[in-house]
Every structure is written in C-alpha cells, then in structure tokens.
C-alpha cells in the first residue's frame, strides 16, 4: 500500500511537470477560426455537388490538425481497453489484498445490520476506487487532455472537481448498492431482474436530479445571455413548443475548449444548455443549428427512451454477471475469503465481470445513441435550417473526433455520427433546399471580433 502512495504521488508530481511543460501559448492552431465559413463548392447552383461539397468541407481542417484528431480519436479506442484492464487490476488488489474483506469486517464492526454494513462497504469501496484509479484518472482526464490542448484547468481546479465528483459518488452509489445487495438477499438467484429495475429507477431520479443538485456544483448556469443569439434561440424554441425559460448557458471554458451542448434532465427539469465555448467561438447559423439538434432531443423525447434502451441493455448485463458471479465465486470464493453473492467483500468481483460486459457491449450502447443521435441531426436540420451552420459546426468537432472513419470503426466507436455523416448530411439537405438563406448570403467579415 506504501509503495502504492509512493505511486501515486510520483504520478500527480508528473502531472504538474507535464501540464507546465506542455501549457501551449494558445489553441488557435488546434481550432478552427471563429465565424462561419463557406467554401464555394458549398454554394447553391445548378453545378452543385453533395460529395464535392462535402470534400471542399472537409478540407477547412489542415491536415495537421486532422492528424492530430485522428490520433487523439483513434488513442481514446486504446485508452478504452486500457481503462478496462486497469479496472480489472484494481479489483484485484482490492481481492487477493484482502483491503475487500478488512473493508467488510470494519463495516460488520459498525453494524450487524445488514443494509447498515452494506452501506458502510460502499462508502470504503467508493473511497479505495477513487484512490486506487487516481494514477489512471489523472493521465486520461487531465495530463493526455492537457497534451491535445483539450483541458483548460490546472492540477488543482481538476482535482478539486474530482473531489467534488468523488463526494456525489459517495452520496449516490452506496444508496444503489444498499437497494441491489437488498435484492441479492431476497431474491436469490433472480436479483439480476430487481437489480435492473433499480437501475432504472435510479437512472430516472439522477436525471432528474443532476440538472439542479449536481451540474451547478461543477459550472455556473444561467439563462442564455442578451443578444441576437437569444433571439434567434428562443425564436427556435418557440417554433418548437419547447418552454423557452428551459434555455440556459454554463461556463465550461473552466474545464475545456470544447463547444458543446446539452439537454439534460427528466419532466419538469429538462433543459437545452450551451457552453460558453459554443457562444464565444461560433457564429450565429452554428449555434441555430446545433441548438436545432439539441432541440431534437428533447422534442423525440430522447432522455427517456434513451434511459428505457440502455436499462435494458445494463439488465442484459446483470444476467450475465449473475451467471459468471456464481460460477466465479464458487471457483475462487473461499481463497480470497469471500462467503457468497450476498457478501458485500465480493463486490469487486461482481464490478470486474459487469465492466467485462459493458466492455463488450460498447458497440451496442454507442449504437443505440448514436442512432439517437441521427435522429438529432435530421430533426436539427429541419427545425433551424441552417446546413452550412451544421456543417462548420461539425467540423469544428472534428478538431477531436476523427472526422472520416472506417463503417466498423464507426459503428464499434462513435456514439455520434461522424464529422463525415454530419456534412455530407448536411450538404444533402442543401442540394434539396437550394433557396436556403444562408448559403446564399454574402459572408460576415470571418472572425469579428
Ligand atoms: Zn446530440
């Protein structure tokens, strides 16, 4: 455990190292220019092509900037196996380190009460994780975002949101694991189907909930700002029946140079927010449309449906843990000192399997939002009408998504459509909406300000 702490500090010391030594001076070579452009090709007339206006598209990006998304892109597939082997490491310490089992007899010192136990379990279980994954979490989430010019904070407004990430969990998961290891006790060999409706009755209240309790502890929201844009938002929320005081913007340059947007939340806390990223680096066509996305979701009702698939999907995945938990325990229960599938101590186990099925189903989960997705987009097209704003927003996307990946690579590791998809979407929309008032338009002078 020393040399684990050892680790761990000689790791955060990198971290700093490594955030200095690669604070770039500034992140215009890896972003697109502010403002909307238009390549000719993408120019309405009679000689108008959707490939050639799609290829004219795609190259706004120099090509180092798409080697650089490529190899960011390509580094997250590696990093997902990694992440998962790493997973499984850390259960191993936590089982054949005995830490499982002295964190159960602590617990079952505090309380024989069964849910009381459990709970206490829980709680040392979600601490030793964030521990023991800290070495993993700081190179992926901070150092490798700071490497592509991805993260705008330093070591300590990152760990300080980790900490804050750490205090949810500790609030959340040992409710969940109390509610599930009630259902393994009475249940039986059918906890799996309780299991999974707790999943998704806890899937429906965080989603509810994070909007008002959780994402204000990380940024600031509030309503979208004075404007021109606001306008032309709440215009397009009107059109679309969507409350028009549910349109908020938050500040997630503390965190990223990402643009991005969001509709979160579940009935009466649903709402459509911008970044302040989107708002700062875009012009007003790329926040229609990419708005005329996210009012998609919310219109096709996706939050719900999407909480409906995947619960299913997370079912699929508790019967399969069920079958190899049993099998798994009976085979090394007793050596590593675990009683049976009620034992809080054999938790670590029970997550290794499950994440071994949610590794393998990564295909699936990123293929049932991704086709969400689509969706978005088609409904984003028509609701705001703004095709080359879709595109250039696309394409400032793909400054971090590989923009034109293989079919499989596509359907095993997007869980959106590609940059590709999204133009040539978008450039085939415009081939049959040739009026459309933008593409039309003489540009604004790029970059304004
Ligand atoms: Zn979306």
Known sequence: ????????????????????????????????????????????????????????????LSPEQRASSDAYFEGGYWLQLFAFLYGLLVAGVLLRG???????????????????STWIYALLFVGALFVLNLPWSIYADFVREHQYGLATQDFAGWFGDALKGLMVSAIVLPLLLVAIYAAVRRAGPRWWVWASLIGFAFAIFAMMLAPVYVEPLFNDYKPLREGAVREA????ARANQIPTDHVVEFDASRQTTRISANVAGFAGTTRVALNDNLLEKTSQPEIKAVLGHEMGHYVLNHGLRGAIYISLLL??????????????????????????????????LAVAILSLFTFLATPIANSIVRQMEAEADAYGLNAAREPNGFAMAAMRLSTYRKIHPGYLEEVVFYDHPSGYARVHGSMLWLKENQDNPTANASLPPLNPK
């Not at 684990?4 to 770039?24: D, E, H, I």
């Not at 938002?233 to 397009?236: C, N």
């Not at 019967?319 to 050596?335: E, K």
Request: net charge positive; hydrophobic share 50%.
């Open 315 to 348: 079912a699929l995945g508790f019967w399969f843990t069920h079958r190899l938990f049993d099998a798994a325990l009976a085979r090394w229960g007793n050596s590593l000192g675990l009683e049976d599938r009620a034992d809080p101590a054999a938790l670590p």
């Open 98 to 116: 005995g830490i499982s089992r002295r964190m159960r007899e602590l617990a079952r010192r505090v309380s024989r009460r069964p849910w009381l």
């Open 233 to 236: 938002v709440l215009s397009l």
């Open 1 to 60: 455990m020393r040399l684990f702490v050892a680790f761990v500090l000689l790791l955060v010391c990198a971290a700093f190292v490594t955030s200095s030594a690669s604070a770039q001076p500034a992140t215009t070579k890896r972003d697109l220019p502010p403002g909307l452009q238009i390549p000719d090709a993408a120019r309405p007339g009679p000689t108008f092509d959707v490939d050639r206006a799609t290829d004219a598209y795609l190259n706004l």
